[in-house]
């Protein structure tokens, strides 16, 4: 209830307050503040995935100002020499308004990419999203299968499903590239698993449908017990360290990041930046309430 009021008059409040408790989790305004995060990052061995706030778009013109706002995102990446790549939420790119337009502006984007033998993550947004969004990755992947890979929802009843049939586009010299995450929007009973335990114990399961299968994934979880789960099914199946990395969110549970860091696992951390960090934040938080909780502890400490 409380975490559901203060996610609800949050908007409300003048920005420079909500800066306060979102700067812990966003890079800053600019490309400059999320090249200085990443160096950071690289500094401490963790490698980023880069993402410019931009979601909910209601005309193809704001699509086109995304794409092109990617497009320089990779030269400076490129050019600075910060080892990271890029993840795009399709709606950012139109998704929600003509799917065609939205697949030429991220063509461009995975290509620029390729073009510097780099990869694009596709983000996994809500479930209206979900066939649209592995459409467009299998459309992708066929041109550009070592540069795109997709977002997996361990919460979605239908996952383990997808990632069957998805076997086909994963094969030995190529393997399909998956961020395996819990999933972050409010989704109905119906279609989602709702409690605690039974997304941990499907996260697990997805997790060794993709070592068996010879996929590589990147684990996003904040969730200590899930880590522990990854690393027996690392150990049960010998798992090579070039088919598997660890991903978090910026600026959450550090101490967890560094221990996973120090056993001498890959680490990715999403770094999101952008002027429209105040929608992102405010959304982020209607979206799943729980998450005011969170924003409210980093006020006070880390990790
Ligand atoms: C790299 C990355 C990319 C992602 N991409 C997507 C995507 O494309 N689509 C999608 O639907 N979801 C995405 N997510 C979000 C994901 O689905 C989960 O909602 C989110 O990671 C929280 O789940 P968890 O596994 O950390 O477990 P939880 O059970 O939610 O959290 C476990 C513990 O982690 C800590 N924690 C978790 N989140 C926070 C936070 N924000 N601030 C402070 N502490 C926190 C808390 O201590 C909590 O008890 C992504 C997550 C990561 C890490």
Same mark, same amino acid.
């Given at each position: 209830m409380f975490n559901k009021l203060i996610a609800s008059i949050l908007p409300y409040f003048p920005k420079k307050f909500i800066w306060i408790f979102s700067r812990a989790y966003i890079s800053g305004e600019t490309m400059a503040d999320a090249m200085k995060a990443s160096k950071d990052l690289n500094s401490q061995g963790i490698i980023v995935t880069l993402d410019v706030l931009g979601e909910f778009i209601k005309t193809l013109d704001e699509a086109e100002e995304n794409k092109k706002e990617y497009l320089e995102l990779i030269e400076e990446t490129e050019k600075q020499g910060i080892k990271g790549n890029y993840s795009l939420k399709p709606t950012s790119f139109g998704l929600l308004i003509d799917q065609e337009a939205c697949y030429l502006q991220m063509r461009e984007i995975v290509a620029k990419a390729a073009s510097y033998n780099n990869f694009c993550r596709v983000d996994m947004e809500d479930s209206p999203c979900t066939d649209m969004e592995i459409a467009? &990755?299998?459309?992708?992947?066929?041109?550009?299968?070592?540069?795109?890979?997709?977002?997996?929802? =361990?919460?979605?009843?239908? +996952? #383990?499903?997808?990632?069957?049939?998805? /076997?086909?586009?994963? $094969?030995?010299?190529? @393997? +399909?590239?998956?961020?395996?995450?819990?999933?972050?929007?409010?989704?109905? @009973?119906?279609? =989602?698993?709702?409690? #605690?335990?039974?997304?941990?114990?499907?996260? /697990?399961?997805?997790?060794?449908?993709?070592?068996?299968?010879?996929?590589?994934? !990147?684990?996003? +979880?904040?969730?200590?017990?899930?880590?522990?789960?990854? #690393?027996?099914?690392?150990? %049960?199946?010998?798992?090579?360290?070039? *088919?598997?990395?660890?991903? *978090?969110? &910026?600026?959450? +549970?550090?101490? /967890?990041?560094?221990?996973?860091?120090?056993?001498?696992?890959?680490?990715?951390? #999403?770094?999101?930046?952008?002027?429209?960090?105040?929608?992102?934040? $405010?959304?982020? /938080? %209607?979206?799943?309430? %729980? *998450? =005011?909780?969170?924003?409210?502890? =980093?006020?006070? &400490?880390? !990790?």
């Open positions: 467009l &990755y299998r459309r992708l992947h066929k041109e550009f299968p070592k540069n795109v890979g997709l977002v997996i929802q =361990a919460y979605l009843k239908r +996952t #383990y499903g997808d990632l069957e049939k998805m /076997l086909d586009m994963n $094969t030995p010299e190529i @393997p +399909t590239s998956y961020r395996l995450c819990k999933g972050i929007y409010v989704e109905s @009973p119906a279609i =989602a698993f709702k409690k #605690y335990e039974e997304i941990n114990q499907h996260f /697990l399961e997805d997790l060794e449908f993709m070592f068996k299968n010879k996929i590589f994934v !990147g684990i996003a +979880t904040h969730d200590k017990p899930l880590v522990d789960g990854a #690393y027996e099914l690392i150990k %049960k199946f010998n798992v090579p360290k070039n *088919m598997y990395e660890f991903q *978090m969110l &910026y600026g959450v +549970t550090p101490s /967890l990041r560094k221990s996973i860091v120090d056993k001498g696992h890959s680490m990715r951390v #999403y770094v999101p930046f952008g002027k429209k960090w105040f929608g992102y934040s $405010t959304r982020r /938080l %209607k979206e799943n309430p %729980k *998450m =005011a909780s969170h924003i409210i502890k =980093a006020l006070f &400490y880390k !990790g």
